[in-house]
């Protein structure tokens, strides 16, 4: 079976490799096709997540060892290399002759027997000599690059915006295993009871660092507990509970979640208007729009509205100053989620940074009329980038003088993430290492009743 395992992986590696697919869906496919064991998915998952996180490093350390050069190589190979390499120096539960030999007959099975003794001498040559050093790299950005696994690109933005302690520190995070947290649904239950129902199902949680309404997975699956299937928790990181708590949705409320799929943060407004009021949820895909439909289902939520509509179009289809709070978790790089998918930082490129930041500005302005005066507009992202974050912030200020930051947002925010906020402004960036999280941004500005001596709307 784990022979079955390691050709598994391959073919899901190299599928990544040549499509740009996303690896947690292809890995999804892949388990459910193969009908794998729980141990063997636990490998499969190590194995592709593994691999693609380190692919950089991997790479640098293999080229001494292929004479011809690693751009040479059928891509197959490269993947099968990769993959051998990522168990022998990271994981040490496998001995390397049983890497070796594995690697040599997926390499017989999958080609001739050239490429079988190509794939053999490399992989025993690097076990008798051992491979270099990236932390003896004497430029911190190369350096940074391949000793974490980072495109060079971003990490020189990094160290530009957040400089070099700051961005080892966060290359460090990416590196790391995400954590497993579940979001109580304070309408049904509390944490405490969650907790104490986890234990008897056999799953090791415990309160989550920084979200009230967080309890963090030790050991267990969440996803198959019957409290996740009778809507008491849903599956969601720390840094994203925030979004629903900072907006500060109160009873009876209309409020506009503009950008909602798959639907966590939406789920989470409904959930804290104790099923009152009514949450709109819009996204741009339709697909997308039955995954906040089954979310909503499964926690018994009878509040929330969704459709398929481009938010920068939502003038056309509601008045203005509909809504009391507005929810713009924006579409983004997703760089503050780079330890869940890996396959992000590579994918991505400098100028998609510049062509997202216009998309985030367009729909924060559309959807900036549709607010009652008064109300609260909170703009967030699942990035770290300054430029689809802080400056998206600055610009949306200085071209709608209706707006102000929200001078209530700190009350909103958890203790822990207080020291973060700027001071006089409502916004805040959480970095993957401050509290083992994802990386997240928010932002909070409230509505002006009257400006210039005209009230609004």
């Keep these: 079976m784990k022979q ?31 009908k794998l064991s729980q141990q063997d998915t636990g490998l499969l998952t190590e194995l592709v997540y593994g691999t693609v996180q380190r692919k950089n490093t991997l790479d640098y350390l293999l080229e001494p060892f292929v004479a011809k050069g690693l751009q040479k190589l059928d891509k197959w190979v490269l993947v099968l290399l990769r993959m051998s390499l990522y168990q022998m120096v990271y994981l040490d539960r496998i001995p390397d002759h049983a890497i070796i030999n594995e690697a040599v007959e997926i390499a017989k099975a999958r080609g001739h027997k050239g490429i079988s003794g190509m794939v ?7 076990q008798r000599e051992g491979t270099r050093e990236p932390s ?12 974490y696994s980072m495109p060079q690109w971003l990490v020189h933005r990094w160290i530009e915006q957040f400089g070099i302690e700051e961005t080892e520190q966060m290359c460090e995070a990416n590196t790391q295993p995400s954590p497993v947290t579940g979001r109580v649904n304070v309408m049904k239950t509390s944490r405490e009871q969650v907790l104490e129902s986890l234990d008897k199902e056999g799953i090791d949680g415990s309160k989550g660092e920084l979200s009230p309404d967080a309890v963090r997975i030790k050991k267990g699956g969440l996803s198959h ?6 809507g008491y928790v849903t599956i969601q990181d720390e840094s994203s509970m925030l979004v629903a708590r900072a907006l500060g949705p109160q009873p009876d409320e209309k409020i506009l979640d503009a950008c909602a799929a798959p639907g966590g943060k ?17 996204d741009l895909h339709p697909h ?43 579409p983004c790089s997703g760089f503050g989620v780079i330890r869940k998918k890996p396959d992000i930082k590579w994918s991505k490129k400098e100028e998609d940074i510049h062509r997202i930041a216009e998309i985030q500005q367009q729909i924060l302005s559309k959807v900036a009329e549709l607010l009652k005066p008064g109300g609260t507009l909170l703009y967030s992202t699942c990035t770290v980038d300054k430029e689809e974050n802080h400056e998206i912030a600055a610009a949306f200020l200085d071209k709608h003088p209706d707006f102000e930051w929200d001078s209530t947002f700190s009350e909103r925010l958890p203790d822990p993430l207080k020291p973060f906020v700027g001071p006089a402004q409502a916004q805040v960036q959480i970095l993957p290492q401050y509290f083992n999280s994802d990386g997240f941004y928010l932002a909070c500005f409230k509505k002006k009743t009257t400006t210039g001596g005209e009230t609004q709307c």
């Design 4 to 34: 079955n395992v390691r050709n598994t992986a391959v073919e899901v590696l190299l599928k990544i490799e040549q499509n740009q697919a996303y690896s947690n869906l292809l890995l999804n496919q892949s388990i459910q096709k193969a």
């Design 120 to 126: 053999n001498g490399v992989l025993r040559r690097i």
């Design 136 to 147: 003896d790299i004497k430029n911190d950005e190369e350096r940074l690059s391949l000793q």
């Design 225 to 230: 507990s019957s409290l996740f299937k009778e």
């Design 266 to 282: 939406t789920t989470h407004i409904a959930e804290l208007l104790n099923n009152t009021g009514e949450v709109t949820a819009l």
């Design 288 to 330: 997308k729009v039955k995954l906040i439909e089954e979310q909503a289902g499964r926690l018994d939520l009878g509040n929330i509205s969704a459709e398929a509509l481009d938010s920068r179009k939502a003038g056309e289809k509601f008045a203005p100053c509909s809504f009391d709070r507005i929810l713009v978790d924006a």
